[in-house]
């Protein structure tokens, strides 16, 4: 088991962000894949699939930035 844990502050605002590593039988299972990101703000693939997901994060960037500069 491998986890990596980040603590930050930018300005007044804290941040954690982690990471988890792990064995996982998947046996007769689909696993898949999620990213949160800020130009695709979320994207997902299925492994042995062809198709993946990607949600644009441009509207959230959009918003993100209009109330922070209010």
């Given at each position: 088991?491998?986890?990596r844990?980040?603590?930050?502050?930018?300005?007044?605002?804290?941040?954690c962000?982690?990471?988890?590593e792990?064995?996982?039988?998947?046996?007769g299972e689909?696993?898949?894949?999620?990213?949160?990101?800020?130009?695709?703000?979320?994207?997902?693939?299925?492994?042995?699939?062809?198709?993946s997901?990607?949600?644009?994060?441009?509207?959230?960037?959009?918003?993100?930035?209009?109330?922070?500069s209010?």
């Amino acid at each position: 088991d491998k986890t990596r844990l980040q603590v930050y502050r930018r300005g007044d605002d804290w941040y954690c962000t982690f990471n988890i590593e792990y064995d996982a039988d998947t046996s007769g299972e689909t696993p898949i894949g999620v990213d949160i990101g800020e130009r695709h703000i979320l994207a997902v693939t299925a492994y042995g699939e062809d198709e993946s997901m990607l949600v644009s994060g441009g509207e959230a960037k959009y918003v993100r930035r209009k109330y922070r500069s209010l």
